[in-house]
């Protein structure tokens, strides 16, 4: 590797104090490296040449550098964990230089995440499509007290409803916020997508697990009393609103991501010493 991007929360990375560090480091290897700024203009879903995009900040900005550098070329992520929990995370700073050093000796592997898409059909005849590593996430907004969607699956209904929400979710996401929502975890590399429903009013709460062929389809129908219902789909942080009459396809995306792995410890060691931290 001779190209890094150094994709840096400045929230998290205060004063700059680690990327400085880290660039320095990587410059006196002979390496070429760039600096982007989470959030800065001009950065979102560019395409770049560089081999590797090292990632300083928590899960959130990993979820965000891979939306921002998605394009058809598929460059690996390095997470640095300067939040939490960091289960996408892979570098703890202490150690740093030395995942560097081992990356640079070609000491590494690549793990190959699925992701989804989500189009989104408005009554108005609109479409707009997005796409998500983690998860997509249809809830309710404003006033309303619960929300009313139908679900189908391969063009059939599969159930009709009345929850805070529904979510999406990839295996990468299923530590997320379907964890929160008492769905299932799964190990990171597999290939299916999982369905949870937020808080549903029924006495049987279930996530469905499905095959990553499988087409899904989320309806905004009207609410009570024919009332017009309002709800929000969220795509790894990018939102997009919804009210009664549209719909989301969501299927398996033809694009990936491709997380650098250097430890020897699998998933559930990972999830064992995260799960053991709080």
Known sequence: M???????????????????????????????????????????????????ILVLGGDGTMLKAAREFGGRKRVPLLGVNLG????????EPESAEAALTQLLHGEYELESRMMISGTVYKESGERREE??????????????????????????LLYKYLADGIIVTTPTGSTGYNLSAGGPIVEPSARLIVVTPVCPHTMNQRSIVLSPQDEVVIEIPAGTEGQTQTAAVNFDGCSVELKTGDAVRIVQSDRTTDFIKLGRAGFLEVLHKKMSEN
């Open 84 to 91: 939490n929990l960091g289960y996408l995370t892979e570098v």
């Open 131 to 156: 796409w998500a590593l983690n998860d997509i996430v249809i809830s309710k907004s404003g006033s309303q007290q619960v929300l009313r969607f139908h679900l189908y699956v391969n063009r059939r």
């Open 2 to 52: 001779k190209y890094f991007c150094i994709y840096t929360n400045s929230h998290k990375d205060k004063n700059f104090e680690m990327t400085r560090r880290l660039r320095a480091f990587l410059e006196e290897e002979g390496i070429r490296c760039d600096v982007k700024i989470m959030g800065e203009e001009g950065t979102e879903q560019k395409e770049t040449t560089a081999d590797c």
